[in-house]
C-alpha cells in the first residue's frame, strides 16, 4: 500500500500531494459537520457545496495515490499530512469562515502551481485544473464573509479577533509570503489587524503529530467502513 | 464524428442530466468523445465531469453505459479530466433549453482567473433585466441563487464557470 512516506523522495517530491489530499478530505469533513447547523439555508448549502468540491479534489489526488477507500478510511492519524488548521473543530460560523479564509489562501495559490508541474501526473494536473475555478470561488466566498463579520457587529467583530487569535499559531503549513499577501488586504477590510508574521507557529503534520482532534473525526467517518469492510451501495 | 459514432451520439442525446433534466449530457457538453470500433459492436465514451465533487458525475456515467448498453455489445467509459469542463462546452440549445426550464443559462463566456462568474442577463420567468444575487451557491455546485427584483421570483442561475 502506498503511504505518505513513500513519496517522501518521491518523482513529484516539489509538491506534497498527501498534504493537499489529506488537508482537504480532513476539511470536508469538518465542514460536512455544519449541515442542517448552518445560520441560515443558503450557508448550508454553500458549505454542503464546497465540502462537496474539497472532497471531489482529494479524491482525485487519493486515486492517483492508491486506492482512494483504503486511504481514506483505512490510514491512522498519524499517517495522515493534512495541515494541522483543517483539523481543528468547527467552532462558530466565524470561525468556520476565517479558517476556510485560511485555506483558500493556500489552496488558491498552489492549484495553480499544480496545473501547470509536467513532473505530476497528468491526472493530477487534471483534478488541478478544475481545482483552480472552484478554490477561486471558495475563496471569493470566505472573504466576503470575513469582512461582513469582521466589520461588522460589536460581537461579530469580537468573535472574528477571537478566531483570528486563535488561527494564527496553525498558519505556518498554509502560509508563504504569497499567502501573507492574499490574507492582509481581507484581514485589513475586515478591520482585524493582521498579527506578526513572526509569531510562533505549529507545523508538526508533516512528521505526523496531530491534534487530538484529528483522532475523534477519523473515528467518525472511517467508523462505517471499518464496520463493514468491502461495504457498498 | 462520422457516420457510425451517429448512433452512439443519438443515444446520448436521450440521456438526461439527473439534476437537469432538460438537458442531456451532450447539451452540457461533457461527453468529449464517442469512438466505436468498426463493427460498431464495441463503443468508448470519453466524459469530462463538471465539478470536482458533483455528485452527478457516478449517476451520468451509469446512465451512459445503461443507454449504450442497448445498443452495443461492449461499452467503455473514460473520466477525462483535462482540459477542465466549462460552460462554454454548452451548446446554445442547452442555454435555450434552461431559460424556458427556469433556470438562467451561464451569461457570455469564462475568462480568467475565474472568480467573475457572471451575472445573468435576465429574469427566466419574466424577462427582466433587474436582478439580485441572494448566495452563491445552490441546489447544486453547478448554480448560484438569484431573484427577480420586478416579480419577485427567486431562480437558479447556472454559474459561468
Same mark, same amino acid.
Given at each position: ?62 486515486? #492517483?495515490?492508491?486506492?482512494? /477507500?483504503?486511504? !481514506?478510511?483505512?490510514?491512522? *492519524?498519524? &499517517?495522515? +499530512? ?25 489552496? #488558491?495559490?498552489?492549484?495553480? /502551481?499544480?496545473? !501547470?508541474?509536467?513532473?505530476? *501526473?497528468? &491526472?493530477? +494536473? ?108 | ?161
Amino acid at each position: 500500500m502506498a503511504s505518505p512516506t513513500s513519496n517522501a523522495a518521491g518523482p513529484y517530491a516539489a509538491i506534497d500531494l498527501w498534504r493537499i489530499a489529506d488537508g482537504c478530505l480532513v476539511l470536508s469533513h469538518r465542514l460536512s459537520e455544519w449541515m442542517s447547523r448552518a445560520p441560515t439555508m443558503e450557508e448550508d448549502i454553500a458549505l454542503g457545496n464546497i465540502a462537496l468540491d474539497l472532497l471531489g479534489q482529494s479524491r482525485g489526488l487519493l486515486q #492517483v495515490l492508491g486506492d482512494e /477507500d483504503r486511504l !481514506a478510511y483505512f490510514r491512522e *492519524p498519524q &499517517e495522515f +499530512r493534512n495541515p494541522l488548521i483543517c483539523e481543528l473543530p468547527r467552532g462558530d460560523f466565524g470561525f468556520t469562515m476565517l479558517r476556510q479564509l485560511f485555506v483558500d489562501c493556500w489552496l #488558491v495559490d498552489l492549484w495553480p /502551481d499544480v496545473a !501547470a508541474d509536467d513532473t505530476v *501526473p497528468a &491526472e493530477v +494536473r487534471g483534478v488541478a485544473e478544475k481545482a483552480v475555478k472552484e478554490n477561486a470561488y471558495h475563496l471569493r466566498h470566505s472573504s466576503s464573509w470575513v469582512v461582513r463579520l469582521g466589520d461588522g457587529t460589536e460581537e461579530s467583530r469580537r468573535r472574528m479577533q477571537e478566531a483570528l487569535d486563535a488561527l494564527w499559531p496553525y498558519r505556518g503549513e498554509v502560509a508563504s509570503d504569497r499567502w501573507y499577501a492574499r490574507i492582509e488586504p481581507v484581514l485589513t477590510e475586515a478591520t482585524l489587524p493582521m498579527p506578526p508574521r513572526d509569531a510562533w507557529t505549529q507545523r508538526s503534520s508533516a512528521d505526523g503529530w496531530h491534534t487530538e482532534h484529528l483522532g475523534y473525526l477519523l473515528a467518525e467517518m472511517q467508523s462505517l467502513a471499518r464496520a463493514h469492510p468491502g461495504a457498498s451501495w | 464524428m462520422n457516420a457510425t459514432d451517429t448512433r452512439a451520439w443519438a443515444l446520448l442525446a436521450q440521456v438526461p442530466d439527473p439534476e437537469i433534466p432538460v438537458l442531456s449530457v451532450v447539451d452540457l457538453g461533457i461527453v468529449r468523445a464517442v469512438e466505436d470500433s468498426a463493427d460498431q459492436r464495441r463503443v468508448k465514451v470519453t466524459l469530462t465531469p463538471t465539478y470536482s465533487g458533483c455528485p452527478a458525475t457516478e449517476v451520468i456515467a451509469r446512465d451512459v453505459r445503461t443507454a449504450l448498453e442497448s445498443s452495443y455489445d461492449e461499452v467503455e467509459i473514460v473520466t477525462q479530466l483535462s482540459p477542465a469542463w466549462t460552460t462554454d462546452w454548452m451548446n446554445d440549445a442547452a442555454r435555450e433549453k434552461l431559460s424556458g426550464f427556469g433556470i438562467a443559462p451561464p451569461a457570455g463566456r469564462t475568462t480568467l482567473p475565474l472568480l467573475d462568474v457572471g451575472t445573468p442577463q435576465a429574469c427566466p420567468h419574466c424577462g427582466s433585466a433587474g436582478v439580485e444575487e441572494i448566495a452563491g451557491f445552490g441546489s447544486t455546485p453547478c448554480k448560484a441563487l438569484w431573484r427577480c427584483r420586478s416579480c419577485r421570483e427567486p431562480f437558479d442561475y447556472f454559474k459561468r464557470h
